[in-house]
Nanobody, 124 residues
Framework: QVQLVDSGGGLVQAGDSLTLSCASV????????LGWFRQAPGKNREFVAA????????AYGYSVKGRFTISRDNAKNTGHLQMDNLKPEDTAVYYC?????????????????WGQGTQVTVSS
């Protein structure tokens, strides 16, 4: 069973950058597609980004496209979410997720494994 560990969250100011990491513990990442989701207080879980097993295909949520970049290093069993030009509305708990399929999906129900979440807070 895949165990995911999220890290890298913190408190930053608007306009700053932050990189989140997702590590697989005890088992390789493959062949799993990876995704990042976020959930703000009182809101539904929102799709942020996804990347295929090969890394060739990526997808982004509308609100983060052009500011966030998803990547992965299968040799190190890690995934990353580079977040640039952060805005207060990006404040949320961010979760990485993995699914037993090679291709991306924006549907949280199609992911089988989840990290514990890491808090990102962006002050104005």
């Amino acid at each position: 069973q895949v165990q995911l560990v999220d890290s890298g969250g913190g408190l930053v100011q608007a306009g700053d950058s932050l990189t989140l990491s997702c590590a697989s513990v005890g088992q390789s990442f493959g062949p799993y597609a990876l995704g990042w989701f976020r959930q703000a207080p009182g809101k539904n879980r929102e799709f942020v980004a996804a990347i295929s097993w090969s890394g060739a295909n990526t997808a982004y949520g509308y609100s983060v496209k052009g500011r966030f970049t998803i990547s992965r290093d299968n040799a190190k069993n890690t995934g990353h979410l580079q977040m640039d030009n952060l805005k207060p509305e990006d404040t949320a708990v961010y979760y990485c997720a993995a699914r037993t399929g090679r291709e991306t999906t924006m549907n949280a129900l199609e992911y089988h494994y989840w990290g514990q979440g890491t808090q990102v807070t962006v002050s104005s």
